[in-house]
């Protein structure tokens, strides 16, 4: 469907910015008027990440007038696979300040602003009110639920999206108009269904083929122009090449935007929504966690141990910890691993941070090895405090 332009437009345009532009200016639906309505607009790109780095670089290219960069992070070597905006030289500096200085770089006639600091249910709705347009870029359900239920009761459009591996997906949320996030996902996946692209990986060109799609959609809503991806859902596959799109419905009964919505105001918690594990999961690992200095000691004792890697064999060629047997997460989700865990020994288990050991923990608990326990951290924490001459992913 054809929407109304997001904005109004600015009083003019500089000599500077007509030169800028010019390839816009002469495109018949984007005009004048339409480069003086991205001029006009404030859009705030949530992360700096995977998907914010295009974004932020051509939102900022395009001439968006005001941008705004929210993240908390520091940028790592293992961002600079896909996370373009950030260079060698940034290693170590807040996200939100190194995309900042390549978009200033890009484009110094518009505005940043940085946000250097984590969204959070004290924030988010200040923070959103001084734009007009959300670019949503993060990596985990619980910022983009609440991302969603603050937009949707702000009345403010926010452009979704979302990678994993090859696979690409966009969608523009806007209650006003049609669905909302919650409308095509009510519930978020059951703890650790759902890989995040830090255990599953991402091809780092994907962020660009995505991030692009989302400012493309920005640049249409803030324009007036073509027809936005409301009420529908657009699916990549890099491997397959293919584009399609699925039709999204609002939903009369959707709890935040439906005909009678019975959430007026922001979760009170987002983290306990989305469940960083399942409830099974939290107890069994409630007194069985142990430290890497613990397994450590345990190791230097010579305590007879079975320690189990939970990881995907292509994790394990990474990095290993020394003694460690590999038996991925889904052989005790269908009970395979368990006629290879040893009754003789106490059982150990580790993956990559301490969420899918946890997952697992609680099959071996439930299987009868009361005493197992799992390592939290994993070998992250292992690389970080035991031995950091090992990589880090």
């Given at each position: 469907m054809s929407l109304p332009p997001l904005v109004e437009p600015a009083a003019e345009l500089t000599r500077d910015e007509v030169n800028r532009y010019s390839r816009h200016l002469i495109i018949p639906d984007v005009g004048m008027a339409g480069q003086k309505r991205l001029k006009n607009a404030k859009v705030l790109c949530v992360g700096a990440g995977g998907l914010g780095s295009p974004a932020l670089m051509y939102l900022a290219?395009?001439?968006?007038?005001?941008?705004?960069?929210?993240?908390?992070?520091?940028?790592?070597?293992?961002?600079?696979?896909?996370?373009?905006?950030?260079?060698?030289?940034?290693?170590?500096?807040?996200?939100?300040?190194?995309?900042?200085?390549?978009?200033?770089?890009?484009?110094?006639?518009?505005?940043?602003?940085?946000?250097?600091?984590?969204?959070?249910?004290?924030?988010?709705?200040?923070?959103?009110?001084?734009?007009?347009?959300?670019?949503?870029?993060?990596?985990n359900f619980a910022t983009r639920y609440m991302v969603n239920d603050a937009a949707v009761l702000l009345g403010k459009p926010y452009v979704w999206g979302s990678i994993y591996r090859f696979d690409g997906q966009a969608a523009v949320f806007w209650a006003e108009h049609g669905p909302c996030y919650r409308c095509l996902y009510p519930e978020p996946p059951p703890p650790g269904?759902?890989?995040?692209?830090?255990?599953?990986?991402?091809?780092?060109?994907?962020?660009?083929?995505?991030?692009?799609?989302?400012?493309?959609?920005?640049?249409?809503?803030?324009?007036?122009?073509g027809e936005p991806l409301v009420g529908r859902l657009m699916i990549y596959d890099a491997l397959e090449m293919t584009y399609?799109?699925?039709?999204?419905?609002?939903?009369?009964?959707?709890?935040?935007?439906?005909?009678?919505?019975?959430?007026?105001?922001?979760?009170?918690?987002?983290?306990?929504?989305?469940?960083?594990?399942?409830?099974?999961?939290?107890?069994?690992?409630?007194?069985?966690?142990?430290?890497v200095h613990e397994l450590k000691a345990m190791q230097d004792r010579g305590d007879d141990i079975f320690l189990v890697d939970v990881r995907e064999p292509n994790e394990f060629e990474i990095a290993s910890i020394p003694g460690a047997t590999l038996i991925p997460k889904g052989e005790f989700l269908n009970g395979n691993a368990l006629e290879r865990l040893p009754q003789d020994k106490k059982i150990v288990l580790h993956c990559k941070s301490g969420v899918r050991s946890a997952e697992a923990l609680a099959v071996v608990k439930n299987a009868g090895f009361a005493d197992a326990v799992h390592v939290g951290g994993g070998i992250v924490a292992w690389v970080n405090q035991i031995d950091p001459s090992l990589p880090s992913y």
């Open positions: 290219a395009a001439g968006v007038g005001t941008l705004g960069i929210i993240d908390f992070d520091v940028v790592d070597e293992s961002n600079l696979q896909r996370q373009v905006i950030h260079r060698q030289s940034s290693l170590g500096q807040p996200k939100a300040e190194s995309a900042a200085a390549t978009v200033r770089e890009i484009n110094p006639l518009i505005d940043v602003v940085v946000h250097n600091t984590a969204l959070d249910r004290d924030n988010i709705m200040d923070i959103f009110a001084q734009y007009d347009l959300i670019l949503d870029g993060t990596d269904m759902v890989p995040s692209c830090a255990e599953g990986g991402v091809l780092g060109v994907l962020c660009a083929s995505i991030g692009s799609i989302q400012v493309n959609e920005a640049i249409k809503l803030i324009a007036g122009i399609r799109s699925v039709k999204v419905r609002k939903d009369p009964e959707c709890t935040l935007c439906g005909k009678n919505p019975t959430q007026t105001e922001l979760l009170e918690d987002y983290e306990a929504f989305c469940g960083a594990v399942s409830d099974e999961a939290a107890e069994a690992a409630k007194d069985s966690t142990i430290s």
